[in-house]
């Protein structure tokens, strides 16, 4: 679908913003950071007034903020005093509203911009409005309709099942002596706040129709209520890819390596390629990005044993302009709710061969390749395929999208969504009851991690 068409001029009421989000740099970094960090520079721009309230990682005595002074605007760390507070049953943190409040009441916003609730509270839409400070809320994950939060099964297989104690409960985090009881009242209440924020907020916004759809269908919601809205693309390299002197097809994969990502099962889909032919001198592949556990790094060096596979780690841009890529593969076994990837690949002029799984599928168009997620066979077949024509990239670059907008671009347009937030007609956010769930919530230390996906291993 079409973006709604939103125009906007700096005749806007809204002066001042604050934009809230899970984490921020140095200490976190991620496609929901970086977009944040695009706002904070852009807005300022257009004449606004930007404030930041992040998460963090590191709990204190109590629930605080400390201001940091190395943003060049007023920024917040706010640190809670639990640990292990970016699971589902830790979603609601009252003394992290508290905080919020006050800050609220000291900044004065004209309007909240909630990127993520993670580590913060899941009320803040609602705290917000109470204190009578309209919200916008963008969906840039599906955490609001999912408890497990990736919305991938134990087996890693992707989910599309609406939020319920049926459909959930041998899914979600667990420390392992919940009782169903518990895990089915927490799982309705996480999926009645979420609806009670989205439907307390004077805007949604999602990037992608894929998300959209995901989320309100999660949550039993008209997908009506949330508006698309493309992201802004920040151009990332300062030349076009280089061209290289073999005839080898050149494959990259850059971001982070996570179990999510499917490298493994990219490695996987090479070793059938060069199970049925000679590839080293047909194609290499170079991973650019730090993997996140020593586990995995193990288990992907494993895999590319023999293989013409190279590990490049951390990088810069310049490195992956300097590899003279032909084809970019995110081989994603979770759901992608945009992929900025997909416009670095597109600004090296580069197809990509990218999972039919969320949002890739929907941006990609004829500009590259799709095949099944966590399906070996199915891209040994496809990078086959292309060794023995060529010309199928060729047609996929012809197809290659015209540039996203760029950051003040979309900050412009963001004008419009903040105006139509805070005039919005919202309802009272109805109540929740939490005392039943946290009086079952007594029992049990829930200060250690998670160690069980869901009530199944305790039905015999």
């Known amino acids: 679908m079409a973006a709604e068409q ?29 977009y944040v960090r695009s706002l904070l520079e852009a807005q300022p721009r257009l004449g606004l007034e930007c404030f930041l309230l992040h998460g963090s990682f590191e709990p204190r005595a109590r629930a605080c903020l400390e201001e940091r002074d190395d943003l060049g605007l007023r920024a917040f760390r706010l640190h809670r005093a639990d640990a292990y507070s970016d699971y589902w049953d830790k979603a609601h943190y009252p003394p992290a509203g508290e905080v919020f409040e006050a800050l609220l009441d000291d900044l004065q916003p004209d309007i909240v911009h909630v990127h993520q609730w993670i580590r913060l509270s899941d009320d803040l839409v609602v705290r917000a409005l109470r204190r009578g400070v309209r919200a ?36 979600v985090p667990l420390r392992g002596f919940e009782s169903p009881e518990e895990v089915r009242r927490g799982i309705e209440v996480y999926r009645d706040n979420a609806r009670r924020e989205l439907l307390a907020a004077g805007r949604v916004l999602a990037a992608t129709e894929a998300t959209r759809q995901l989320v309100c269908a999660g949550l039993g919601l008209d997908h009506s209520i949330v508006q698309i809205e493309p992201l802004g693309y920040a151009p990332r390299f ?58 995995l790094r193990e288990d992907l060096q494993r895999r590319a044993e023999g293989l013409p596979v190279r590990f490049a780690g951390r990088y810069e841009y310049d490195e992956i302009v300097a590899a003279g890529v032909d084809l970019a593969v995110f081989p994603s076994t979770c759901f992608e709710t945009y992929g900025f990837v997909l416009d670095e690949a597109f600004e090296l002029g580069v197809p990509a061969l990218v999972t039919k799984v969320g949002a890739f599928e929907e941006r990609l168009g004829d500009a590259g390749f799709l095949v099944p997620p966590g399906d070996a066979a199915a891209l040994a077949a496809t990078l086959e395929a292309i060794l023995d ?31 139509a937030a805070s005039t919005a007609i919202v309802a009272e956010p109805f109540t929740i009851d939490r005392s039943e769930l946290e009086e079952l919530r007594r029992h049990g230390d829930r200060n250690t991690a998670p160690r069980l996906r869901g009530l199944a291993p305790r039905r015999e």
Request: glycine share 6%; with cysteine.
């Open 389 to 419: 024509d060529r010309s199928l990239l060729m047609k996929a670059c012809v197809a290659i999208p015209e540039r996203a907008p760029t950051p003040e671009d979309h900050a412009r347009r963001l004008l419009a969504h903040y105006e």
């Open 238 to 295: 300062g030349a076009t890819r280089h061209a290289h002197v073999d005839a080898r097809l050149h494959l990259a994969y850059w971001g982070n390596v996570t179990a999510r990502k499917g490298v493994d099962v990219l490695l996987d889909a090479l070793r059938l390629v060069a199970s049925r032919r000679a590839i080293d001198n047909e194609l290499e592949l170079t991973i650019f990005g730090k993997v996140d556990l020593e586990s």
């Open 136 to 171: 916008l809320v963008s969906l840039h994950d599906l955490y609001a309709s999912c408890p497990a939060c990736f919305r991938l099964r134990p087996d890693d297989s992707h989910c599309e099942r609406s939020v319920s104690f049926e459909n959930c409960a041998d899914c």
């Open 6 to 34: 939103v125009t906007s001029t700096r005749t806007s009421s809204i002066s001042k913003v604050l934009h809230i989000v899970h984490g921020y740099y140095p200490e976190s970094g991620g496609g929901t950071e970086a």
